[in-house]
């Protein structure tokens, strides 16, 4: 938006792309500054005829070359910044939501996980003693073995989809498909711990979220 813009254009252009802000620039270099909801609001509490030159606020500018935990923090108490490329051209608006989607995104898959891990913890501590899984494990790290919370994901998958283990648990579901369906979601535990910067696929993360659903009902249910 150029500064020589109506503040009706600002705010239909901000309504019409659902924009919570809107950069006031000269070409894509020379940024004036920001206009908002909120700074439109505060300009028309002090003068309902507000133009848009009375809603601009003074920009806050990141480099795209700055570290990410800086620029966390910056957005975080601006609640939006633009960023400068190398070339000084304007690219875009970063938001404090963004990074919440971005969050998410990324973390969703980290709470789906534990949370499943936590889950299927809690019918090996109740079905099985401490010796009985000394038994199954055998573990050769050095580890002592005290409950549920000393083994590994693909321990308890082993604990778990053992015949007569499975046979003990009474789940309502077959053993093989449900084995299958852990052993993908432990390849994607670590793939993720191993902290693969690209985030899931929305149809991995649907999985997540299915399989979760049944170990919830498996467990609860027992």
């Known amino acids: 938006m150029t500064p020589n813009a109506t503040l009706l254009e600002a705010q239909t252009k901000m309504w019409t792309n659902d924009?919570?802000?809107?950069?006031?620039?000269?070409?894509?270099?020379?940024?004036?500054?920001?206009?908002?909801?909120?700074?439109?609001?505060r300009a028309h509490l002090q003068n309902p005829s507000a133009e848009l030159k009375d809603c601009i606020t003074d920009p806050v500018e990141v480099k795209v070359e700055t570290p990410l935990l800086e620029a966390i923090r910056i957005v975080a108490t601006s609640e939006f910044?633009?960023?400068?490329?190398?070339?000084?051209?304007?690219?875009?608006?970063?938001?404090?939501?963004?990074?919440?989607?971005?969050?998410?995104?990324?973390?969703?898959?980290?709470?789906?996980?534990?949370?499943?891990?936590?889950?299927?913890?809690?019918?090996?501590?109740?079905?099985?003693?401490?010796?009985?899984?000394?038994?199954?494990?055998?573990?050769?790290?050095?580890?002592?073995?005290?409950?549920s919370h000393s083994l590994t994901l693909g321990e308890i998958q082993r604990v778990i989809t053992d015949r007569e283990n499975w046979e003990r648990l009474k789940w309502p579901a077959d053993r093989k498909v449900f084995n299958e369906a852990l052993d993908n979601i432990r390849k994607t535990r670590n793939e993720i711990m191993h902290f693969n910067p690209d985030p899931l696929e929305p149809g991995r993360l649907h999985f997540l979220e299915a399989f979760l659903k049944m170990v919830r009902e498996l467990v609860t249910s027992a």
């Open 81 to 147: 910044v633009f960023v400068r490329e190398y070339d000084n051209t304007v690219s875009g608006i970063v938001t404090t939501m963004d990074l919440s989607d971005q969050f998410s995104a990324l973390a969703g898959p980290f709470l789906i996980l534990g949370e499943i891990e936590r889950l299927l913890r809690i019918p090996i501590d109740r079905e099985f003693t401490i010796d009985e899984l000394v038994e199954m494990l055998e573990p050769d790290d050095g580890r002592t073995v005290t409950g």
């Open 19 to 41: 924009y919570s802000q809107l950069a006031v620039m000269n070409g894509t270099r020379n940024l004036i500054g920001a206009v908002s909801w909120e700074s439109i609001a």
